[in-house]
Structures are given as C-alpha cells and as structure tokens.
Nanobody, 126 residues
Framework: QVQPVESGGGLVQAGGSPRLSCSALGLTFSSYHMGWFRQAPGKEREFVAAISWTGAKTSYTDSVKDRFTISRANAKNTVYLQMNSLKPEDTAVYYC???????????????????WGQGTQVTVSS
C-alpha cells in the first residue's frame, strides 16, 4: 500500500511558522513531483504548492507565495512545507500528494496526483 504520511500540523497562533513534513511507506519520492493541497471546512480542496522531482522547479498559489516554501530531501524521502506568517484563513487540513508523471510543467490539478496522504490539520488562531 503506497501512502504518503503528513506530520507537523496542530494549533498555531497567527504569525507562526510551522513546518509540515511528508514521507511515505512503499513509495520512493525521489522520482515523483510532489504537491501540497489544503481543504478548509465547507470548501473544496485546493492547490497550495508543488515541487518537481529534481527540486529545480516550484509552483505556488498566489495566496501563499512569499509566505510558504516547498522543499524536498530526496535522500530522506521527505517533502516539506515551511509556512510563515500564518493567517487564520490558512486554517485547513493539509494534504501531501505525489505525481508520478514527471510532466515538464508542474500541475495544480488534483486528479493528476495519484497518491494522497490522510492529511494533517493546521488551525491558526487569531
């Protein structure tokens, strides 16, 4: 069973800087593009950030650009999402996902990511 596993969520004060991690059992991340998505209560799951399998390319949704940083450590089979200057509107369940296509352009489409984690809750208090 291939399963990414997220960690690092929790209750954070506005302005805080937690880091989410994503690792996997049965899946070697080093050959996959990786993405982070989030889903707030009553809303659809949305794209947050993505990183190419080499780490050379990244992509962010506008609302987190300049605040969040996606990175990866292939030797550790881990992907990170450093979140800075958190706002209450960042409150959501954050999901890690893997895209095995190695497509030349990083995708924001949920359906193109084959493997998903269970998610980790991030709650930002004002």
């Amino acid at each position: 069973q291939v399963q990414p596993v997220e960690s690092g969520g929790g209750l954070v004060q506005a302005g805080g800087s937690p880091r989410l991690s994503c690792s996997a059992l049965g899946l070697t991340f080093s050959s996959y593009h990786m993405g982070w998505f989030r889903q707030a209560p009553g809303k659809e799951r949305e794209f947050v950030a993505a990183i190419s399998w080499t780490g050379a390319k990244t992509s962010y949704t506008d609302s987190v650009k300049d605040r969040f940083t996606i990175s990866r450590a292939n030797a550790k089979n881990t992907v990170y999402l450093q979140m800075n200057s958190l706002k209450p509107e960042d409150t959501a369940v954050y999901y890690c996902a893997a895209d095995q296509s190695r497509r030349p352009i990083l995708t924001r489409e949920l359906v193109l990511y084959e493997y998903w984690g269970q998610g980790t809750q991030v709650t930002v208090s004002s």
